[in-house]
């Protein structure tokens, strides 16, 4: 095994694994026990330490994934990965920073332009709202300071620091090992990540984070769900996910997708302005009619009131003292 930083370089370019290089790479994954779960080393236990004080070891008390670093669309270039105490300077990193809300559009704008992100963004929001709107909905409605009881939240399918109990809460663990719970191949599964982030040259992360910098939940979770789309992406097609569904792999639901073909557009659209409002702009002859009024407005020469009749001046003090002037110049 080569050394850590060749495993993942800090800095240059990083070459993404081809097709060919990952024949023969299909982990199957455990299927889900609690029992395995609570029992898990969350830290480099005995052997790391004594490694260390035999020399054996270059002293990095970090855990690295030993199936290797995910693969990202083609779309998404890597440069480098980091850890998150490497690129969090200031503040520590939190697994789950906000438990009521999160926002994961306004800092991901670089990601959009992959199929793959998109997918993982909107389900992600979708199973959210699917389970959780109707007592958000009640809670920003009421005045009772008690948090919403959630019925199902992202960050619970990630395992560190923990039990899996009901309402565990995963912590940071600055060793950076993580387990995943995500539905596949018929059961729920145990899927073990380390905390190595991509970035690209302009030092933009590479998936999915709230606008929250130093909240992991998102990437943690994203890097999971990479790893099951990895094992069904077909260089040779347009789609970056295969048959993979993230909504599948968050709830072992079944989605039906129903793909649009280009034969059947006019119809998808005549169906769309079926069930969809129609936009329209609110009474735009009415205010054009009002602009239209003010410039008149404008237009008119200032009035006067003198001895109770209104009058039209010549032409008011500054005009004449600017006509004088500019008769003085040469």
Known sequence: ???VSSEYPIGGNVQPVS???RKGKFPIWP???EADVNAEKWDAGKAGKEKDKMGKSPGFHFFEDPEGKIELPPSLKIYSWKRPQEFLINRAPVVVKNEILFDLFSANEHLLGSELMRWIISEIYAVWKISNEGVLSNYFKGTSGEPPLLIWKPWEHIYSLCKAVKGHMPLFNSYGKYVVKLYWMGCWRKITIDDFL???EDNNLLL???TCEFELWPVLLSKALIKLANIDIHPAERSELGEFTVIHALTGWLPEVISL??????KVWELLKEILPEFKLSDESDSESKIAGLDNKLKEPE?????GKEFKPEGSATALKLSEKSDKVP
């Open 31 to 33: 299927e889900w026990s």
């Open 303 to 307: 009035k006067e009131v003198k001895d």
């Open 1 to 3: 095994p080569g050394s």
């Open 19 to 21: 097709g060919e290089q």
């Open 198 to 200: 991509p970035f690209d």
């Open 261 to 266: 073909h280009p034969g059947y557009m006019d």
């Open 208 to 210: 999915p984070a709230t």
